[in-house]
């Protein structure tokens, strides 16, 4: 179905008024505002949906307030809900819809109202019937939107493609009409351009100005349809603003951020202004920002300008405008749609993973069949459906950890600990959102994933662009831990990871630094998990701790009668919650001498852990820093107090970042409950070695305690 005369002056309103209007009251500084592209397959369902421009009309105004209602209530983040593949499915599916829609007109072939699969089947028939005068015009335009971005002469490029896809179309077509007089012959066939005028030229009013405005009939409003049209424009039109705002600031000259939530409310705003007067919604276009940057644009009157000579070209040249064949404009929608679901959309999916490509896969066949709700809807079920499996959890535990996301932020010496438990997919972002508002600026946050089952593209991709946010915005520092031990389906650094690892796996990075430190001082690896964790359950810390595998273990001796090994361990948080694994790095030191058995912990730090076993704290009234600073329990106090010489006081006073435990003369070691990086398991091996001298040295000389 093609678009009434009265709606082809839409696009020209809605650039007008991105232009004039939104530029006062957008956050955007270089953006160009106005129609996108994208829109064009569902606006033209729309008229087929609701019968009328009019009532389209009306429902851009509603999708509009929706926007505005969106960017004032600050829900900007909602969009971060709808998984990245889906939204790129979404993208794709718009661009089959709009190839699948133009390419017909484009080669001047009438076809009878069918759906977008049927349309798609349908263009070898109209390869086959074109008018070759007009695909003439067509394949041409198509070849020079192609060719442009190879073109190294710096006037072609400077000049965008579309220009120069007018410069030729319009010639072409004079030239036609004048050398052949509208006919031509052509295997014995006359082709004529007269005859078939309305697929030559839009049918533009021959009053422009008498037909510019036209307004909203609001009697559907009450209706399903209409409220499902108006939530498609409000969907595409959010996402692609969102998703446009974001890229342009990337390549801001100046490197200014934009107030996206003040940004969706602008383009709300104008989208109701537009509706209300014949025009189509007003979002901010990244083709149009992008040559607006590279051609030398740093402020809002770009963009002001923009709108300004779009109002002086209509009323001025509306005689020229009607010139331009529409075979040309197909091309450039043609081409458009082709990007948005070009090879290389499905290539770069599948480089993700073959989780994405499956996403996006589904959601593009589920929008071409249904529509763009139900296809967006389906997509996220479907991925949804595939975190599932992927997990590896019963669903009624998945679920749970779905709908109920766990985060843990703490304040750990000179940084921030934000645990992450259970499902850390599109789901928990919101939450995600919440928790990072609580770390202060030039701070560091660590996020630790080491406990999650699974965590999705989308949260990964989050993490990482709020971290560098974060560095670049306010000057603190991120990192992220515990993903070593996921198995994932690719390369990529956002594909989905999932717990438990693979047992054909190879060697993570970490794994590796690990297994060349410990070649490097003749220490020996191994990297395998090892279930047989029965001698771990002496020392008091695991007593309460189910304790599932070991691995990556680093063994050496520290003298001939003291042997050390590095673990990394997996154990559960607790008896009642066995889904809480915590995965820690410990140092474990074997003596040959009587220890006493102990445990001490700095209080501040780990008091807020859980519970050891219930002892009162050994009193160490001639030290007061060192009984205020640590918490020393054990069942024979007068040995633990002879046994902490005050050399070893001072000693733990100055390396006071450990836990340590002694049982069965085993001395247990660790830090924080997650892995460590090599170089802090460099740090814990050297505080081991220093540790064994004293204890060595109290044992060796016991009445040295006053």
């Not at 008498?210 to 009697?219: C, E, I, K, L, Q």
């Not at 020393?632 to 050399?647: E, M, R, S, Y």
Request: aromatic fraction near 12%; hydrophobic fraction near 45%; proline fraction near 4%.
């Amino acid at each position: 179905m093609d678009l009434p005369p009265k709606a082809l002056l839409a696009g020209i309103m809605a650039a007008m008024v991105g232009g004039i209007f939104t530029s006062f009251i957008r956050s955007g500084n270089v953006s160009i505002n106005g129609p996108s592209p994208a829109l064009i397959g569902i606006v033209v369902a729309g008229v087929a949906s609701l019968g009328s421009w009019e009532y389209v009309l009306a429902a851009f105004v509603c999708a509009g307030l929706l926007q505005t209602l969106f960017g004032l209530f600050k829900l900007g983040g909602l969009a971060d809900f709808i998984p990245s593949s889906v939204v790129q499915g979404m993208m794709a599916a718009i661009g089959v819809i709009i190839l699948a829609g133009q390419v017909h007109p484009g080669l001047g072939v009438e076809i009878a109202k069918m759906n977008d699969f049927d349309k798609l089947t349908a263009i070898p028939s109209s390869l086959a019937n074109m008018n070759p005068l007009i695909a003439v015009i067509f394949f041409n335009s198509i070849i020079i939107l192609a060719i442009h971005p190879y073109i190294n002469n710096n006037f072609i490029k400077y000049v965008p493609a579309p220009i120069w896809l007018l410069l030729f179309a319009v010639p072409l077509y004079i030239l036609f009409q004048y050398l052949t007089n509208g006919e031509v012959a052509i295997m014995g066939n006359v082709h004529s351009l007269s005859p078939h005028k309305d697929l030559i030229n839009f049918n533009l009013p021959d009053d422009i100005l008498s037909d510019f405005f036209v307004y909203p009939n609001f009697d559907l409003v009450g209706t399903v349809r209409f409220w499902m049209f108006v939530l498609s424009v409000f969907l595409v039109s959010t996402i692609e603003t969102l998703g446009s705002a974001k890229a342009i600031d990337k390549i801001d000259p100046l490197k200014r951020k934009t107030n996206l939530n003040k940004d969706v409310a602008a383009m709300g705003i104008s989208t109701m202004l537009s509706g209300a007067i014949g025009g189509l919604p007003v979002i901010a276009v990244i083709a149009r920002s992008s040559v607006n940057i590279n051609h030398g644009a740093k402020t809002r009157l770009s963009n002001l300008v923009h709108g300004v000579l779009i109002l002086l070209f209509v009323f001025l040249l509306s005689d020229y405008i009607k010139m331009v064949p529409k075979a040309a404009l197909m091309a450039i929608l043609v081409f458009t749609g082709y990007k948005l679901a070009s090879p290389k959309v499905f290539k770069d999916a599948t480089l993700k993973g073959y989780e994405q490509f499956l996403i996006l896969s589904v959601t593009l066949f589920a929008t071409l069949l249904t529509d763009l709700n139900k296809g967006i809807l389906i997509g996220i079920i479907f991925t949804i459906v595939i975190h599932l499996i992927r997990s590896h959890l019963p669903a009624r535990t998945f679920f749970k950890y779905l709908i109920f996301p766990r985060y843990e932020l703490a304040k750990i010496d000179d940084h921030y600990h934000l645990k992450v438990k259970g499902i850390a997919n599109f789901s928990s972002i919101l939450k995600m959102r919440k928790v990072l508002k609580g770390v202060p600026e030039n701070e560091q946050i660590i996020f630790d994933f080491s406990h999650a089952r699974l965590v999705d593209f989308s949260m990964l991709e989050f993490v990482e662009n709020w971290g560098k946010d974060h560095v670049a915005d306010r000057g603190g520092k991120f990192d992220i831990l515990g993903l070593d031990e996921h198995l994932t389906t690719s390369e990529h650094p956002f594909s989905i990871h999932t717990l438990p690892q693979a047992v054909t796996k190879p060697l993570s990075k970490r794994q590796k630094e690990l297994k060349a430190y410990s070649f490097n001082h003749h220490w020996n690896f191994d990297a395998k998990i090892d279930w047989k964790t029965d001698y771990l359950k002496n020392n008091t810390f695991f007593k309460t701790r189910p304790i599932e595998y070991v691995k990556n273990r680093i063994t050496g001796d520290y003298t001939d009668t003291v042997s050390w090994e590095l673990i990394d361990i997996t154990f559960d948080e607790g008896a009642l919650m066995a889904a809480e694994v915590h995965n820690t790095s410990m140092l474990r030191i074997c003596f040959d001498s009587n220890i006493p058995d102990f445990e001490l912990e700095k209080e501040q730090l780990f008091s807020r852990l859980l519970d050891f076993a219930v002892k009162e704290d050994v009193s160490f009234e001639e030290d007061t820093d060192f009984r205020h600073q640590f918490s020393v329990k054990g069942p024979d106090k007068i040995a633990i107090k002879t046994f902490f010489t005050k050399n070893l006081r001072q000693f733990i006073k100055d390396n006071d970042k450990y836990h340590i435990e002694s049982s069965n003369n085993v001395v247990l070691v660790f830090r924080y409950f997650r892995l460590m990086s090599t170089g802090e398991i460099e740090d814990l091996i050297s505080f081991g070695k220093n540790l064994r001298c004293e204890f060595q040295n109290c044992l060796a000389n016991p009445n040295l305690n006053p």
